[in-house]
């Protein structure tokens, strides 16, 4: 009996002397591994640890201040966060002792290239929305050694980076056939996911469609033909949502895999969510615009044509502002997907210089239509008197405008136009207008008797308005060598209504004058000869 006593106790004091033997041995490197290179340090632990041998992988591990769990478990799961979460870009990590970045194309921008390093950065995962570094450091073994491990701050937080990014419910009810890596280290389970979300999506989000349309019959207070325009926007964001949803927290992707597809689900997610809200802008605008137009039939007010067209350019300016927001959104997500980001940037500079040339124009008309949408020196409805035309104003893009003119010619003039150059707005504040008539006539023409036959003519022409404007008059305004020039006015209650009146009225004097006194008095050209003596 004593000598079993004996024999236990000198087993506890053999076991209890060599702990922190096997404590210190894990917590600096075995001199049989190749830790001499960041490079080095991270091949050995990703290479033994794929194997699944931990006790080894964890050689590049510094547990200084690893208190809760054993080198070899904190491997394990430092391995599993890694493959999941971080995507190391084994181009910036060098296979240097010191850590020197030598050339260019290593360097990059970070102004290292010739200087020794002693910590370098593998990348960051978040624990809480909280960046946590994985770093690799330089530090000396027992033999005086200059080696690389895993630094010992990263290493600390390894229980955390595990209990948020370590496996879930599905990971560990999964078979093992099920579980095994392929294609880039991406398990058999999440394969088939994907490729059953990449036709469920699409489907959903038909089918979400379909519903919303089946459910708008059932009400009348919903436009079925404007809820149809819905269909593709919602079929897609509704398919980019579970997209999004099944790899952001359904799946975790290897870091390498995961740096690329998760921006990428992002900013189609966020460009359906773009268009989506686009169209539905686009549709309220329309709605409102069209209501105004028929009221604008109906009744013609003046406040209404305003209305209509602040509408109108607000529709433009609005899709426009839309879309840039979208696409800032999108550029943003991008820059943070790390090595892809520092891709998109280093041609930021390029990319600013060619879209500020490209959209000069397009902002000038765009700050061109705000100003019109704000001033409104014409709107819809109008009519102007613009490069020897007249004509209505029919449409306000952000970019152009369109005149129809009252041949049914439509003239399109950059928007920019109206801010740069003069026009006449023949409909600005009223719509009676004077147009006037010009006749050449010769010096003996008699003024007072053309005077009376045009003042009884345009008084009772049916278009003719006196309640509102002046009386018709005639007017010797000008000579032209051989002759003078009348000017003959009367005024019209509508634009149309004085155009259609002044052409009326100038083949009526015209036919006056070529019957009075049989023309002698039509403008001649007189040519003086003299006879020879």
């Not at 089946?214 to 033909?225: F, R, Y």
Request: net charge negative.
């Amino acid at each position: 009996m004593r000598t079993w006593g004996l024999f236990t106790v000198s087993l506890l004091v053999i076991t209890l002397s060599a702990y922190p033997a096997r404590a210190q041995s894990d917590s600096r490197a075995d001199r049989s591994a190749n830790l001499e290179t960041p490079q080095a340090c991270v091949e050995h632990f990703l290479e033994h640890a794929r194997d699944e041998d931990f006790s080894r992988a964890s050689q590049a591990l510094n547990t200084r201040l690893l208190s809760d769990l054993s080198p070899s478990e904190a491997a394990r799961q430092l391995y599993f966060v890694m493959t999941q979460e971080l995507w190391i870009d084994w181009s910036r990590l060098p296979d240097r002792p010191d850590g020197m970045l030598d050339t260019p194309s290593l360097a990059g921008s970070n102004g290292m290239i010739g200087k020794e390093r002693s910590s370098i950065s593998l990348g960051e995962i978040s624990i809480d929305g909280r960046a946590v570094p994985i770093r690799i450091e330089r530090e000396e073994d027992e033999g005086g050694n200059q080696i690389w491990l895993i630094a010992a701050q990263s290493v600390e937080n390894i229980p955390a980076l595990y209990a948020e990014h370590g496996p879930g419910w599905i990971d560990r009810h999964t078979p093992d056939w099920a579980s095994e890596r392929v294609m880039g280290g991406v398990a058999i389970w999440k394969i088939i996911v994907i490729a059953l979300t990449l036709v469920i999506a699409p489907l959903t989000g038909y089918l979400t469609a379909r519903v919303l349309r089946w459910i708008s019959t059932k009400t009348e207070k919903i436009d079925l033909s404007m809820l149809k325009k819905f269909d593709w926007p919602i079929s897609i964001v509704v398919a980019a949502l579970i997209l999004w949803l099944v790899v952001e927290f359904g799946l975790s992707l290897p870091g390498a895999i995961a740096t690329i597809a998760d921006p990428v689900v992002l900013v189609l997610f966020i460009a359906a969510l773009t268009f989506l809200l686009m169209r539905v802008l686009n549709v309220v605008i329309d709605t409102l615009a069209r209501e105004a137009i028929r009221r604008f039939h109906e009744e013609g007010s003046d406040s209404e044509r305003r209305v209509l067209t602040q509408l109108t350019v607000a529709r433009y300016t609005i899709l426009l502002v839309t879309a840039f927001v979208g696409v800032g959104i999108v550029l943003l997500q991008l820059d943070m997907a790390r090595t892809l980001g520092i891709t998109l940037m280093s041609s930021a500079g390029v990319a600013a210089v060619i879209f500020g040339i490209a959209g000069h124009a397009v902002l000038g008309n765009l700050i061109a239509g705000l100003q019109i949408a704000l001033t409104q020196p014409f709107k819809l409805g109008d009519t102007v008197y613009i490069e020897d035309n007249w004509g209505t104003i029919e449409q306000i893009s952000y970019t152009f405008v369109v005149v129809n003119t009252w041949d049914h010619r439509r003239l399109v003039f950059p928007i920019k136009y109206f801010i740069d150059n003069w026009f006449e707005n023949w409909s600005l504040n009223k719509t009676y207008l004077v147009k006037p008539i010009y006749l050449k006539l010769d010096y003996r023409a008699p003024v007072d008797s053309i005077r009376e036959k045009f003042i009884e003519l345009a008084t009772s022409h049916e278009r003719h308005d006196a309640e509102h404007g002046d009386d018709p008059e005639v007017l010797v305004t000008d000579t032209d060598g051989d002759d003078i020039i009348l000017r003959l006015t009367a005024g019209g209650a509508e634009v149309h209504d004085a155009w259609q009146m002044s052409c009326d009225l100038r083949e009526q004097m015209v036919a006056y004058v070529r019957e009075l006194d049989d023309g002698a008095y039509l403008s001649r050209t007189r040519v003086e000869l003299e006879q020879e003596k």
